[in-house]
């Protein structure tokens, strides 16, 4: 093969490998939804914008003096439960990982409906 | 001469006005905005209708099946049968009505983060104008907050349109694409017609608003008639915000259906979406 042929086929490759590791980084962010079971618990189901899954990460409840009441990993379904805080005000802290923290207020679990 | 000429023309243009709604059926499969938070009854409404012009709506028979399609990033695929939340009702055009279902979703339904994508499989309909039947496999994905699924896979429709590009997330002024299916097969040049949801649906679900959003100054501008490409795929231009229904026609296996010919469509339901002020 030709040296510039060559050339233009490590380059194309090269790019395209920056494309492929650069592709899932571009549209990754973390996404978690809370609901209130109506049975004295609280669902949280969680994953990334770009549909890959949150299995293992960190889910801390902490109360408004930053006391944590709760704390787990999101499980093989996406979710993690935690019990219903007595006092509503709370953060829900979500990390999957160093770049990825998500945090959702006590108001923002969405209340029980039938 | 002009005026012997104006007069034909005049005629074939309301001809032409006239012949649209017949043309432009539409299987609406409706429960307002395509991207919710979940967590939440949903009120779905169908009918089958002209959602650009608002008449004729026409009458539905009960439906062969309704059902929800729901997946989420790696989980598998859910099916869930809504055959049991149909119920019968009147569905309001602006001067016409017909007998159309409602369809009130448990909360618990949409509480799962991802794509639902909402399915009926209409009764075929006998068009008395065209001694026809017309059956329209119909599909509305909605997603809950903002986790993408299964939006890109066929559910096995004998007439489907797959998305190429996510039914829920497009902008107005963007392009949307999707591949004409007749049992899993692409369909190359297949009819295609696109509306636009003109009117807004009443609170309560069950008409039309009176006063259309905009209003073509031809026709012909109704209903947006195309062709897919060689390949099955069509690409659908959405200029403005709202719901766009795309409509491929007799594309589906069955031609016949109690001794006369019989249309199998398939239409998909997409939401684009104005940019936030």
Known sequence: ?114 | MRNMLTAPLSALSACAFLAAPAAAHFQVLHAGPANIGGGRALDFTLAFAHPFAGDPVMDMGQPQAFYLVRQAGEQEAQRVDLAEYLRPATFRGLQTEAAAFTARLPASLTRGLGDHVFVLEPAPYYEAEEDTYIQQFTKTVLNVGGLPGNWAEPVGLPAEIVPLDRPYGVWAGGIFRGMVMSEGEPVPFAEVEVEYMNHPLDPDGLGWEAGARKLPEHAVMETISARADATGMIAVALPWAGWWGIGALGVGPETEHEGKPLSQDAVLWVEALSQPE
């Open chain 1, 1 to 114: 093969m030709p040296i510039d042929r060559r050339i233009r086929t490590a380059a194309a490759l090269g790019c395209w490998l920056v494309a492929w590791l650069a592709g899932p980084a571009a549209a990754h962010s973390p996404i978690m939804a809370c609901y209130d079971n109506g049975d004295g618990s609280v669902t949280c189901e969680a994953g990334f914008s770009d549909g890959s899954s949150a299995t293992g990460a960190e889910v801390t409840v902490v109360t408004a003096q930053q006391r944590a009441i709760a704390r787990g990993n999101i499980g093989a379904d996406g979710t993690f439960t935690f019990p219903m805080p007595d006092d509503p005000d709370v953060e829900i802290h979500f990390v999957a990982d160093g770049a990825h923290e998500l945090t959702l207020f006590g108001d923002e679990i969405v209340p029980f409906e039938n």
